[in-house]
């Protein structure tokens, strides 16, 4: 399998800009989280999906943060607009089952600088 | 502070040493998970322990987990170059839904 695949892995913005940041989970794994990684607050969950389904969205900073998973294989956030804090590393990350079982895998993530 | 805080921050260590590191959390859990991160790229898990068991081993890994004192300790023998990452503790927390909270990490580089 290639893994969990993420897009971009690099975006430049300025502030005020929207940013759609896209996933793509591992084939036959049911849960899909979003995570984000600063050296200020670490790797905080934004939210995560189970069956496409949305479960906790409790981590999304604010209403400009958005994640939609449309089908199985394709999961976007979307910042909008977007602020120089939202400058971070964005990963996603799936897994199949019950995480008291099993591991996240993590895709490469897409480095987002806001201006 | 942070469910998952990890110490020391940073370490540094030579080559054919042992590397440890702690990790603390708040909350019981279901299981801690080790990840590994490199520069620049995702995470990578490297090994699951749960809440009943108290030690396990994998290679070169050596995790402990102490539900009493809410802590877990990870252990990498013969430390190589090529184990210079970042390390988080995650964990699950019990009645916390499906979802993993990461600890700080720890910072370690192994020197030739």
């Known amino acids: 399998d290639a893994g969990v695949i993420q897009s971009p892995r690099h975006e430049v913005t300025e502030m005020g800009q929207e940013v759609t940041l896209r996933c793509k989970p591992i084939?036959?794994?049911?849960?899909l989280f979003w995570y984000r990684q600063t050296m200020m607050r670490g790797l905080e969950l934004l939210i995560y999906?189970?069956?496409?389904?949305?479960?906790?969205d409790s981590g999304m900073p604010e209403d400009r943060f958005s994640a939609k998973m449309p089908n199985a294989s394709f999961s976007t956030l979307k910042i909008q607009p977007s602020e120089p804090r939202d400058s971070a590393v964005y990963f996603c990350?799936?897994?199949?089952?019950?995480?008291?079982?099993?591991?996240?895998?993590f895709g490469e993530g897409s480095r987002l600088t806001v201006l | 502070s942070q469910q998952g805080e990890e110490d020391p921050q940073a370490l540094s260590i030579q080559e054919g040493e042992n590397a440890t590191m702690n990790c603390s959390y708040k909350?019981?859990?279901?299981?801690l998970q080790w990840y590994r991160q490199n520069s620049g790229r995702g995470l990578v898990h490297l090994i699951l322990?749960?809440?009943n068991e108290r030690e396990k081993h994998s290679g070169r890994l050596r995790v402990t987990l102490d539900t009493s004192k809410k802590s877990s300790s990870l252990l990498i023998t013969a430390s190589r170059a090529a184990d210079t990452a970042s390390y988080f503790c995650?964990?699950?927390?019990w009645g916390g839904g499906n979802k993993l909270t990461f600890g700080t990490g720890t910072q370690l580089k192994v020197e030739l």
């Open positions: 909350t019981s859990i279901n299981n």
């Open positions: 322990i749960r809440s």
């Open positions: 999906f189970n069956n496409n389904v949305p479960i906790d």
């Open positions: 995650a964990t699950d927390a």
């Open positions: 084939s036959g794994h049911d849960y």
């Open positions: 990350a799936s897994t199949k089952g019950e995480l008291w079982t099993g591991e996240l895998f």
